[in-house]
Nanobody, 115 residues
Framework: QVQLVESGGGLVQSGESRRLSCAASENILDYNVMAWYRQVPGQQRELLAVLSSHGYANYEDSAKGRFTITRDSAKNMVYLQMTSLKPEDTAVYYC?????????WGQGTQVTVSS
């Protein structure tokens, strides 16, 4: 099964941008969907953006206009470019790969946005 490793989190100032990376151990095009989620302690994991194997991207309202999901299939990498970050974007961000009905998750990377 695929191993996913997120990176790029850290402490950022409100209004700044940050790019998160997700390194996959296998060909990401073999997976129907790659996605980014986030989770705040005590809350459910929240979907942000999905990218199909065909290259179509969709975003939840919380991500539209500020977040962009992209990939580099040659490197088996998926990215989440985040702009105009707000304190409420503070969360652990997770990468997910879906194959059929099976989901594979990374360990997450913490993003903290200070005001």
């Amino acid at each position: 099964q695929v191993q996913l490793v997120e990176s790029g989190g850290g402490l950022v100032q409100s209004g700044e941008s940050r790019r998160l990376s997700c390194a996959a151990s296998e060909n990401i095009l073999d997976y129907n969907v790659m996605a980014w989620y986030r989770q705040v302690p005590g809350q459910q994991r929240e979907l942000l953006a999905v990218l199909s194997s065909h290259g179509y991207a969709n975003y939840e309202d919380s991500a539209k206009g500020r977040f962009t999901i992209t990939r580099d299939s040659a490197k088996n990498m998926v990215y989440l470019q985040m702009t105009s970050l707000k304190p409420e974007d503070t969360a652990v961000y997770y990468c997910k790969a879906r194959s059929g009905r099976r989901d594979f998750w990374g360990q997450g990377t913490q993003v903290t946005v200070s005001s």
